[in-house]
């Protein structure tokens, strides 16, 4: 912008005009080569390098050279080369306009490299662009191939593609209409290949020419840039001491490094090309692991544990292996990658090396147009079906087989905390540390595993607004302002037209039979409610109660446990459509469900029990319909007292207490011993603060590393069971009991399902409808009842919520029948989600 450019003469008497930094210009520098006078752009300079450079040089803006290039003089004999660099933010793509004359045609590639944010150079010579190319290595040429009395085309690919770093360029000549078609109907004489020579026919117009140069960076270039990092891929996995092998999806081996060879025996000569299956087996490993193994991975899924390999030798070695699936184009396995190092147990120990990046080495690998599906990860793949998440079908080898691959979920589970990494790099170095050191790691991990360590780091859900919004507002608890917001503690008791027997002789017969199913999963909560005029909870907790023992261990009476029932239930709101007294009785019918499971009652005592039935009793009473967030956003007196954290979570613990101990008629607390009280209340508020979703990750977490991990890594022993009775695991297992419970309904049968994903729909369309109101910030934008999609919001809760914490639970209580629905529900929302439905049921046929 008024500054004089400086000059540079290069060795071959290349002239380089450089304007100042600062100047505004899209050419930024001009070279004119060796050779006589010529006047360029407003820009004259004497071109023999004998004679003396001027000492004031004009330089012309681009607009201006667009307005008087008709009127420039051109020299022939000169050889001039105009080099213009755009200075921009995506300056990683550089472009070399081969034109030896200035026309529309080059401007609109001039123009198109500047709005694309490339470098851009131009070359007016074929020597003259051999030279800028060797100097600045363009990933993309254009050559204009209009003209021959100047240059062919295909004679300037053959100069560049003769050197060294054409490798990685892409070559594009720009023909008129009638060359191209006489091109493409010529076979007489040899032409070079289209990855040599790219074609595209003459068009000035800009947007033209910035989407073919798109079209090429996002293509071509990408995929160079990929390739020109391969070197650098292998030699880190060629130095890495982890053993590495990758194969293609029909487990043909492609590569392994210099470790696997070390570590097995083979040279690489001897493997690449063969499939696994022509390698030795151990007889070691238990004879349906490939079967487990094969079912994981196919799925897409991550596997990692260990297993025994076969040496060259005949030796087996015990190895922790761990295969990822590499996801291609069309969603399909393009390559497994195992990353393998010697177990422990191996006399000969190997210590640990770095990780080296799988993900970063498989998609080196593939070609540009592929890309992995570990971004988000969908947990109820398309290939799924309901027998895979449960039993496997009636192929299954066995209902083992089904454990061990519920075991190989959670090892490929994505909710992992920082905490959890340093756990398992403990739990790696523990393997080869001395007797005191591994003695004094297991105190660490006590203490690690018993802190609150364990929040996760969330991914971001940028392309999923359902997904957004229900974490938001499930996880999040909103601080606006204040409003007249006021929730009433209890509510009316005579809404009922039904009466409440005095014991369970009294039920009514109609009822009665209904209860006679209620230890089954599929029990119909909702024939329940309608029998008893939306009083489900007293009757089906008189019958629960019972079959457990409760009045006898809180040494009550009937009469004293069935006024608590009438008067927890009728401190349930019933014009809430969700969080209703219904939802109490489904929870206390689930969590009564999986304290029946065997492996539940095992780890469990009495108080364990009790506890946890009242919990699920009591774990919503009061609920005003609205999230936490809400009321935080509202200001209401709940936020305040509880100051705005865990507010609905605390004032359900306190109410139950508080109404509890109100009336000795209903005080089921007051005949037992005050240290077994405070035990049990203790249990009970810890469980009901774990319904709160902010800590969701965190307990699931925890679960994991502590009772799924240490249980799939020992066999069933006593010590297994050691590991679940610790009061610490105890713990862990009651609120990962009563938070499956709450949120089970996907899990149920698809009728009561449906019915369920309808009712928490309509309490979030209200809420959204409040908050419209009031002027307050809304919570959940997409759960607005005039554009919802309800078949997106159950998919997203799901994939976020519900997946893993139901893969660990399975894992743990054994639950074939909870993950057939699950997985029968999901394809249910799926398939209405893909033809674009957005209500609970299909249109009715047209």
Known sequence: M????????????????????????????????????????????????????????????RHSRNNSYRDRRENSGAHIRIEAETQTSHASVKVLLVFAKEDSQSDAFWWACDRAGFRCNIARTPESAVECFLDKHHEIIVIDGRHPLYFEAEAVCRLIRATKPSENTVILAVQNFVFFLLHLASFSKPHLTWFDLQRFVENSSVSACYNELVQIEHGEVRCQFKLRACNSVFTALDHCQEAVEITSEDHVIQ????????????????????????????????????????????????????????????????????????????????HYVAIKRPHADNNNQVGLAPRVNTLSVCY?????????????????????????????????PSLQNRRYSSVARIHSMTIEAPITKVINIINAAQESS????????????????????????????????????????????????????????????????????????????????????????????????????????TY???????????????????????????????????????????????????????????????????????????AATVHDVDHPGRTNSFLCNAGSELAILYNDTAVLESHHAALAFQLTGRDGKSNIFKNIERNQFRTLRQAVIDMVLATEMTRHFEH???FVNSINKPMAALEESSTNANIRNSPENRLLIKRMLIKCADVSNPCRPLELCIEWAGRISEEYFAQTDEEKRQGLPVVMP?????????????????????????????????????MEHLSENYNYWKGLDEVKCKSLRPPPPS
């Open 700 to 702: 699931v977490n925890k």
């Open 434 to 537: 001395p007797v005191t050191v591994a003695e004094a790691l297991d105190r660490v991990l006590e203490i690690l595993r018993t802190t609150e360590l364990y929040s996760p780091q969330l991914a971001s859900k940028e392309d999923d607004p359902h997904t957004n919004d229900l974490v938001g507002g499930l996880m999040n608890d909103g601080l606006r302002r204040l409003s007249e917001n006021e929730y009433v503690f209890c509510k009316n008791m005579s809404q009922s037209q039904l009466s409440i027997p005095i014991t369970l002789n009294d039920v009514p017969p109609s009822i009665a039979e209904m209860l006679n199913d209620e230890e089954c999963w599929d029990f119909n909560i909702l024939e329940l409610e309608a029998a008893t005029h939306k009083r489900p909870l």
């Open 364 to 396: 080196l690998l593939l070609p540009s147009t592929e890309c992995f599906s570990l971004r988000h990860r969908d947990r109820r793949k398309d290939s799924m079906d309901a027998r895979s998440l449960s039993s496997r079908g009636s192929d299954a």
């Open 782 to 818: 997409v759960f607005d009842r005039n554009t919802c999609s309800i078949p997106k919001s159950q998919l997203s809760f799901i994939d976020y919520f519900i997946s893993d914490m139901f893969d660990a639970w399975d894992a743990f209580a054994n639950l074939p029948g909870l």
């Open 540 to 614: 089906l907790g008189l019958k629960v109660f019972a079959s457990f023992g409760i009045c006898e261990f809180l040494n009550c009476t009937e009469a004293t446990l069935r006024s608590w029932l009438q008067l927890i239930e009728a401190s349930y709101h019933s014009s809430n459509s969700y969080h209703n007294s219904t939802h109490a009785a489904d929870v206390l019918h689930a969590t009564a469900y999986f304290l029946r499971t065997e492996r539940v009652k095992s780890s469990l005592d009495q108080l364990d029990e009790v506890a946890a039935l009242i």
């Open 255 to 334: 590569y392994v490094n210099p470790a696997f060879e070390q570590m097995m025996g083979y040279h690489k000569g001897e493997l690449i090309g063969k499939e696994l299956t022509e390698l030795p087996k151990s007889d070691k490993n238990r004879a349906d692991l490939l079967d487990t193994i094969n079912t994981c991975i196919k799925k897409g899924k991550e596997w990692q544990g260990i297993y025994y390999a076969r040496k060259k030798s005949g030796d087996s070695i015990q190895q922790h292996v761990k295969i990822t699936p590499v996801i291609g184009q069309g969603g399909k396995i393009r």
């Open 2 to 61: 008024g500054c004089a450019p400086s000059i540079h003469v290069s060795q071959s008497g290349v002239i380089y005009c450089r304007d100042s930094d600062e100047s505004n210009s899209p050419h930024q520098t001009t070279t004119i080569s060796q050779g006589t006078a010529a006047t360029l752009h407003g820009l004259f300079i004497k071109t023999d390098a004998a004679e003396t450079i001027p000492s004031v040089i004009t330089y012309q803006s």
